[in-house]
């Protein structure tokens, strides 16, 4: 895959206070805006059903405001991961829509609001007619989760699965660790988990910072786990 890849190239980079990026993903829309100094990404689903947002990071006021624009109520909110970064606006949004709060298992206790559904790997969300998958990756955190998107029938490209990652994969590595047993514990799972099981026109949507394909990021694996942490 070509990192002139026009997909890629039609998903800009978008800085904290920008509008979001929106992708039409036939009868799911997908929003992207960077809502804060440290370039956290939010991303919203929208489908007639419903809404789902992933990382609500920060920016309560621009969250809901996205979220009442794109129209419908907000179902669920899924937080990736426990650091504080990634849920700083978490209990206004949910506080102001009802929305569920989805987390995997081994981070729910670290967040600052009762999680309604503990995520753990393997198992599927629901919202509405879609349904998304959980991968659990662990090793940034130990209950970081991946949320997967199989691009719908009506889509550009029907069946091309649309990863978010949180801190756990992004252009260029994998996400922090603070061990070298975290490192390998995570650098194991983003290899069975996501490289040997979605093909290279995946897209990847991190929790910080520019999107990208699989493809592109696939060469480079070998050279991550010789890296280390």
């Given at each position: 895959m070509s990192q002139t890849d026009p997909d890629l190239l039609a998903s800009p980079h978008t800085e904290p206070g920008a509008a979001p990026v929106l992708h039409q993903l036939g009868s799911v829309t997908l929003r992207k805006i960077s809502v804060s100094e440290q370039d956290n990404n939010a991303y919203l689903l929208t489908t007639a059903s419903g809404q789902l947002l992933i990382d609500a990071a920060d920016s309560a006021g621009r969250l809901l405001k996205l979220i009442d624009e794109a129209g419908g109520p907000l179902l669920a909110v899924v937080t990736t991961h426990q650091h504080w970064d990634h849920h700083r606006a978490?209990?206004?949004?949910?506080?102001?829509?009802?929305?569920?709060?989805?987390a995997g298992a081994d981070d729910a206790a670290a967040l600052?609001?009762?999680?309604?559904?503990?995520?753990?790997?393997?198992?599927?969300?629901?919202?509405?007619?879609?349904?998304?998958?959980?991968?659990?990756?662990?090793?940034?955190?130990?209950?970081?989760?991946?949320?997967?998107?199989?691009?719908?029938?009506?889509?550009?490209?029907?069946?091309?699965?649309?990863?978010?990652?949180?801190?756990?994969?992004?252009?260029?590595?994998?996400?922090?660790?603070?061990?070298?047993?975290?490192?390998?514990?995570?650098?194991?799972?983003?290899?069975?988990?996501?490289?040997?099981?979605?093909?290279?026109?995946?897209?990847?949507?991190?929790?910080?910072?520019?999107?990208?394909?699989?493809?592109?990021?696939?060469?480079?694996?070998?050279?991550?786990?010789?890296?280390?942490?």
């Open positions: 978490l209990e206004e949004v949910t506080d102001n829509t009802g929305a569920a709060v989805l600052p609001v009762e999680v309604d559904r503990e995520l753990r790997h393997g198992e599927s969300i629901k919202l509405g007619d879609l349904e998304l998958g959980v991968i659990h990756l662990r090793g940034h955190t130990p209950g970081s989760v991946a949320v997967v998107l199989s691009e719908p029938a009506d889509g550009p490209r029907p069946g091309r699965a649309h990863l978010f990652t949180g801190d756990s994969l992004f252009p260029g590595g994998v996400g922090k660790t603070d061990s070298s047993e975290n490192f390998t514990a995570l650098i194991d799972d983003v290899d069975a988990r996501i490289f040997d099981a979605f093909d290279d026109t995946t897209r990847i949507y991190p929790g910080h910072g520019d999107d990208t394909l699989l493809g592109i990021e696939r060469p480079q694996l070998a050279a991550w786990r010789e890296r280390g942490w």
